[in-house]
């Protein structure tokens, strides 16, 4: 595979047609979770996220509940069973804490729908329309990789706080916001030689184009390795990260993430924000570990990247990343899995023009990984 760095590859379906999958931005996330409420206080405590709405036993319903937080335009849905033998129960066995669901935002459900199933999606369900006083919602859903799904949710006629019948919740516990923006990527692990066929579905059923590739001889340390390929929608809002593992001397840790998740799924959430240092300190004090580069990497930084506006020993202090591309430069940080499973974790990343990634950064990274995964007994 030839490595096509920053190259936007143009997409058949979206320049003879205009964009038949318009998606205004990410409207929510859900994961299911073991225990809701104890994840709710999580999100809220340490990753300053803010209550917004709840579903459940005082809504009404008998077997799930849900808490949804909100921090600028980021929505996080953690829904939990309230009884045994549930859909949501069984994908917590299998896979633990994970994302179910990434919700994408739409001006017509219905069209969303259709034009994706004519184009090969596999159906989770029709688009159905909800009420409340507050107005209607409609929603539909096509399947992904593994058992993540795609719900489609057009609320142009709705007023209210989060969807139907979920209410206000409205806690006395409100910590700080930490600055986190909104969603800049969202990257799924599949399995062993299935990239293409994932990076096929964006392009194919849902329009995307290729925006980044990357090989193995780019992402490989002396024991690990992984293939990367970036999807993105037509107007760039929606960036979807596709990895698969790669032979090395040892277990990749896309491999590794595999095994412990079952199958296929969102390995990380990348969130933006505006001042990255005020961000990752606020989570330090709120006992969020990040992954650890050598101090080494600091030595030569601005020799690769230039000059930035940050302070060095700061950066250094809190372990963030910088690379650069032709636009510009980017700062990064990664936590460690936020689920008892080596799973899912979070980045945090601050755009400074640049476009791009952090390919730079993968290196350093991935050795941190190893390091971990030695901990751990996975490498
Ligand atoms: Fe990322």
Known sequence: MQTSEYQTLENANNSNTGDFLPINGTDYLELYVGNARQ???????????????????????????????????????????LVGGTEIGKHIDLHGDGVKAIALWVDDAEKAFHETIKRGAEMVFEPIAEQDEFGSVKRAAIKTYGDTIHIFVERKDYKGIFLPHFKAWNPTYQPESIGLKYIDHCVGNVGWNEMNRWTDFYANVMGFSQLVSFDDKDISTEYTALMSKVMSNGNGKIKFPINEPAE?????????????????????????????????????????????????????????????????SELRNLGVLVDRDEDGYLLQIFTKPIVSRPTLFFEIIQRKGAKSFGKGNFKALFEAIEREQALRGTL
Not at 50 to 56: I, K
Not at 61 to 80: A, F, G, H
Request: charged residues 20%; proline residues 3%; glycine residues 8%.
């Open 248 to 312: 090395g001397k040892k277990k990749s840790q896309i491999e590794e993430y595999l095994n412990f998740y079952g199958g296929s799924g969102v390995q990380h959430i990348a969130v933006a924000t505006d001042d990255i240092v005020s961000t990752v300190v606020a989570m330090k004090s709120r006992g969020i570990e990040f992954l650890q580069v050598p101090d080494s990497y600091y030595d030569t930084l601005l020799d690769r990247v230039g000059k930035i506006e940050e302070e060095l």
């Open 39 to 81: 994840s709710a206080h999580f999100f809220q405590t340490a990753l300053g996220f803010q209550p917004l709405a709840y579903s459940g036993l005082s809504t009404g319903v008998k077997t799930q509940e849900s808490y949804v937080l909100k921090q600028d335009k980021i929505r996080i849905v953690l829904t939990t069973p």
